[in-house]
């Protein structure tokens, strides 16, 4: 909006291969008839105005959503969490409405709302994590789901509601949401997680542990034996500092493993 877009473009984004001979004078048909609809009595000076034999819509004197939602997201990248997080939930709640609705068979809508799609999750994503940042758990959790229904191969849509359940005291909840990325990423994309999702599990894993003794014991015991079969020395943490031995850790991880065998 405001660059003149040439006659050739929009024949190729409309009609592509199908174009022919007449197409030129479809488009002027068509373009006749949105400036009657948008600027009755006033089609040569009004928003749409012919230019450098193309189009253009002048900004000041149109408003369109798209270009609303899209200011909203700017203002919000400059702007303090508080106020960031009003903008964004703007945005979102402007853009909520499907984008070209009603151009339900054209490719050019289809790459259009891809496009939009991309921008509205990456925008959930930001209003996850400043509500995250605002000590607004509920809600980052809500903005992160959003994302991840959305686009469940974007990795920090994940990450924000990992992290957004371990912030709102709900491990179990970020476990399960992580066992789910897991497979995903594996069955769609053939890896697994990244470093900083990983971590955030791994954080939900110890405090799901410290709130039940023995789970505590066994995550120390198997972090041990991780460390100790990978070859890397012993990091700081509860693991080092249970004074485990290779022996001691294995008996604790093998009692736990026949009771959990005898239970199911």
Same mark, same amino acid.
């Given at each position: 909006m405001g660059n003149p877009v040439s006659k050739s473009r929009i024949i190729d984004i409309l009609?592509?291969?199908?174009?022919?001979?007449?197409?030129v004078a479809t488009l002027e048909s068509y373009v006749s008839g949105i400036r009657r609809a948008i600027q009755p009595g006033n089609t040569k000076n009004g928003p749409l105005r012919t230019a450098n034999g193309g189009y253009l819509l002048d900004p000041e004197l149109v408003d369109l959503d798209l270009s609303k939602f899209r200011q909203l997201v700017r203002n919000a990248s400059h702007a303090s969490p508080e106020?960031?997080?009003?903008?964004?939930?703007?945005?979102?709640?402007?853009?909520?409405?499907?984008?070209?609705?009603?151009?339900?068979?054209?490719?050019?809508?289809?790459?259009?709302? %891809? +496009?939009?799609? &991309?921008? *509205?999750?990456?925008?959930?994503?930001?209003?996850?994590?400043t509500a995250a940042l605002l000590n607004r758990p509920t809600e980052s959790v809500r903005l992160a789901r959003a994302a991840v229904a959305s686009d469940p191969l974007n990795e920090r849509a994940w990450t924000v509601l990992v992290t957004a359940y371990e912030l709102a005291g709900l491990p179990a909840e970020g476990l399960a949401a992580y066992a789910r990325c897991r497979r995903i990423f594996d069955r769609d994309l053939g890896c697994a997680p990244g470093p900083a999702l990983q971590a955030a599990h791994l954080r939900l894993l110890r405090q799901r542990a410290e709130a039940d003794v023995e789970l505590s014991e066994v995550m120390a015991a198997l972090l041990y034996l991780g460390e100790t079969l990978s070859g890397r020395r012993q990091p700081p943490g509860f693991a080092a500092e249970?004074?485990? %031995? +290779?022996?001691? &850790?294995? *008996?604790i991880v093998d009692s736990f493993l026949q009771r959990a065998r005898a239970a199911v």
């Open positions: 009609w592509g291969s199908s174009a022919g001979g007449g197409t106020e960031a997080y009003a903008l964004l939930a703007d945005a979102l709640e402007l853009s909520a409405d499907p984008l070209l609705g009603s151009e339900l068979a054209a490719d050019w809508a289809d790459e259009a709302r %891809t +496009r939009h799609l &991309a921008e *509205r999750v990456a925008a959930q994503i930001h209003a996850a994590e249970a004074g485990l %031995t +290779r022996e001691h &850790a294995g *008996r």
